[in-house]
Structures are given as C-alpha cells and as structure tokens.
C-alpha cells in the first residue's frame, strides 16, 4: 500500500525533508507520495508528517493562520508520526520560551531557541541516538539549533554537549537538528516505522 506523506511547507527545507521521506520509504520497500503543505485540508490525508526547520515564529504564525494547526493536533491524537526538526521542534513544543512563538504542545519539553548559537556557529556532531537501526553514529547537522531545557513526558534519544537534541513524545520524534541535510535517512525511519526500540507503534513495516 502507497502511503502518503506531508512536508509543513509554510516556511523552511522542504524538498530536502521530501527527499529524505521518500529514501526511508524506499528502503523498506513501500511507496509513497509526498504532498507540501501549505493550506488546510491536506493533512487528515497524510499516514505521516513532517515539519521542517525555518524560523519557528514564522511558521507558527502562519499555521495558525492557514487553520493547519488544529489538523496537525489531531494527527498527533491519532497516533500517526510527526517529525518534528529544529524550528519544527520549537513549534513543537510544550513552550518555546518566546511569547513570539504559538506552540502546538505536542512535545513535552521547553526549549531555548538558538541556544548552540549563530549561523556562523553551525557544526556537525557524530551522535549516538536510541533506537537507530545499527551502532553507527548519526552525523547531526546543528543550524541555529534550538536546546531542550526541560524535558517532561518525553523520552530523550540523544544529547549533545550534555543538553537534549532528540526526544521522542509518543508519535512525535522532535529534533534541534537537520536530519534532512544528510543522506542518511535513519532519522525519519525512526520517527516513521515501527522499530523494536522504539515506544510507540508507528507505520507497520513490510519485508
Ligand atoms: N533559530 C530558528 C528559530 O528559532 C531555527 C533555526 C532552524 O530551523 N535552522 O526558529
């Protein structure tokens, strides 16, 4: 069966998320058609979804706005993934830190927005992130990375420098990294199939 995915295309690395979708699937052998997200109506179609990095004051602005925001809630209460990566994490979020900001509440942690830094401090880091499908490390791309301050209900699947960079919140997998920006598609496999460590049911894999 096809699935189908949708990239919050509002604001930010779209194509390059799309791309990464459609190698995890790929790998698993499955198909799946990728659509951008940029009006209400879409997302209720979508088995899994993905919200970009960009600049989370901008995105959340307009996902109110467009009436996407209340859909992407009710993925989540169904229990199908998000991948949620850097300023998608800070939309994300239980609390942004940043009255600017109009959270989702789907991730259970508070962020510090740029919190690793300016543009001119971006960096990759080998890291080492629960329930990834073999032992080697995930080069993580950090740009004006967000850190995780607090963390709640969430499960924490990777840190760096000693702070949180990658939780899991039942079907949400939230990032202050770009997986997007690697070949390595590991990442969205994790937020979007089911894995023996992972938490939460996510899509059924098929040999
Ligand atoms: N600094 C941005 C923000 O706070 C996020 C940066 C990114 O997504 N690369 O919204």
């Known amino acids: 069966m096809s699935l189908v995915a949708g990239v919050v295309a509002v604001q930010g690395d779209v194509a390059e998320h799309a791309a990464a979708i459609d190698r995890a699937v790929a790998a698993r052998g499955r198909e799946v ?25 901008t995105i959340s602005r307009l996902l109110r706005s467009e009436g996407i ?23 994300a979020s239980r ?32 890291l080492s992130v629960a329930g990834l499908a073999d032992d080697e490390p995930y080069p993580a791309v950090f740009i004006r990375a967000p850190a995780i301050d607090a963390v709640g209900e969430a499960e924490v699947l990777a840190t760096w420098d000693d702070r949180p960079v990658a939780v ?13 920006l690697t070949p390595d598609s590991r990442i969205h496999g994790l937020a979007f199939f ?5 938490t939460v049911p996510a899509i059924e894999e098929t040999d």
């Open 33 to 57: 058609t990728v659509h951008e997200i940029r009006d209400a109506g879409t997302v209720p179609d979508c088995d899994l979804l993905a919200m970009p990095g960009g600049e989370s004051t």
């Open 69 to 91: 925001a209340p859909e992407i809630r009710d993925h989540v209460a169904a229990d199908k993934p998000l991948l949620a990566t850097c300023a998608g994490l800070i939309v």
């Open 95 to 126: 609390d942004a830190n940043d009255d600017r900001v109009d959270e989702l509440g789907l991730v259970d942690v508070r962020v510090e927005r740029n919190a690793f830094g300016r543009q001119a401090d971006s960096f990759e880091a080998p």
């Open 168 to 180: 899991r919140d039942g079907p949400v997998v939230g990032t202050a990294f770009h997986p997007e």
């Open 194 to 198: 089911e894995n023996d460590e992972a």
